[in-house]
């Protein structure tokens, strides 16, 4: 997949240089603006590939559907069975985005401000942990933020054993794994009438996980696999596209180059408070990013 590259800082720098004498470089501005916005879109469709288990086709970019459902997954977590609504802002949400969204913006359990980073976490409402105690919260706690509109939401119950039979078989036609004919989920096995193989279901599941997908596009036929596809994508991989997802939706209704500084700097101030993101869209190490959105800021 040709990705494209992070933005080099030497260009965002220059940038802020002259938006403070007040000129604004159009030229620049397109030059930095399409550069996050192509690499912002990489990182939304990156981000789909975990929801849907369609992987683009690293030629043609015509989706693919994977064998290995990501629905069973628990690793890769993008399953649809999970997705519930948060009762406040009736956003759609993931459990696993809330618990992300705590480790990119660690908040406050109580009053959901963000925290302090000093030696632990520390709270304008007095609340203070250490960083290993958060942690553990936030993957124990049964209450947490939506990570839309922050109010508290209750983890959700596993789905019904029922549900998850359901979906198995709406899922795509099994193969079997020896003669590739039109296999069977049955009687807790996957079983093929064509050439008899037959296998605890559940066992079968496990070496698919450990199993390297081929995968084959049905637009140009290119074959690739996924773990190499999966590791082009390790600068990609957030749990928090969102902010990479709005500046492809707004960078695209700018019209005036105030508009682009606008929404260049919306983004940058984003990464700002969220650290851990800077380093996706900018290339750069994570000490002189975080210098460089302090100054930008100051
Ligand atoms: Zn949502
Ligand atoms: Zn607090
Ligand atoms: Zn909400
Ligand atoms: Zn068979
Ligand atoms: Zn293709």
């Not at 609504?85 to 985005?97: F, I, K, N, V, Y």
């Not at 049905?218 to 991989?237: A, N, V």
Request: aromatic share 8%; hydrophobic share 30%; glycine share 6%.
């Amino acid at each position: 997949m040709n990705w494209t590259p992070r933005v080099k800082p030497i260009k965002i720098r220059r940038l802020y240089r002259y938006a403070r004498l007040g000129i604004y470089d159009d030229l620049l501005l397109h030059d930095v603006g399409w550069e996050l916005y192509a690499r912002c879109r990489d990182i939304a469709t990156v981000a789909d590939v975990y929801r849907e288990g369609r992987v683009p086709c690293p030629k043609c970019r015509t989706k693919i559907t994977r064998r290995i459902d990501p629905l069973f997954s628990k690793g890769e977590g993008g399953t649809h069975e999970h997705w519930f609504h948060c009762p406040h802002c009736a956003g759609r949400l993931l459990w696993r985005d809330c618990r992300q969204a705590l480790r990119d913006i660690p908040r406050c359990f109580d009053c959901r401000a963000v925290l302090y980073k000093e030696v632990g976490l520390r709270c304008a409402c007095g609340k203070t942990w250490s960083q290993e105690a958060y942690k553990q919260s936030v993957r124990t706690r049964v209450l947490l933020p939506c990570s839309h509109c922050l109010n508290l939401v209750r983890r959700p119950e596993p789905p019904a054993m029922e549900r998850t039979v359901r979906m198995r078989k709406s899922s795509p036609a099994l193969q079997c794994p020896k003669c590739q004919a039109v296999a069977l989920h049955q009687h807790g096995n996957i079983e093929c009438a064509a050439c008899g193989y037959k296998r605890r279901w559940r066992d079968y599941r496990k070496s698919l996980k450990k199993k390297d997908e081929k995968l084959e596009c049905s637009g140009c036929g290119y074959t690739f696999r996924w773990q190499t596809w999966r590791k082009s994508t390790r600068s990609l991989r957030t749990g928090n596209p969102r902010p990479a997802r709005e500046f492809v939706k707004r960078w695209l209704r700018c019209r005036t180059p105030q508009q682009r500084m606008i929404q260049i700097d919306t983004l940058l101030q984003t990464l700002h408070g969220r650290g851990p993101l800077a380093p996706l869209f900018i290339d750069s190490g994570e000490h002189n990013i975080r210098q460089m959105l302090d100054d930008l800021a100051s």
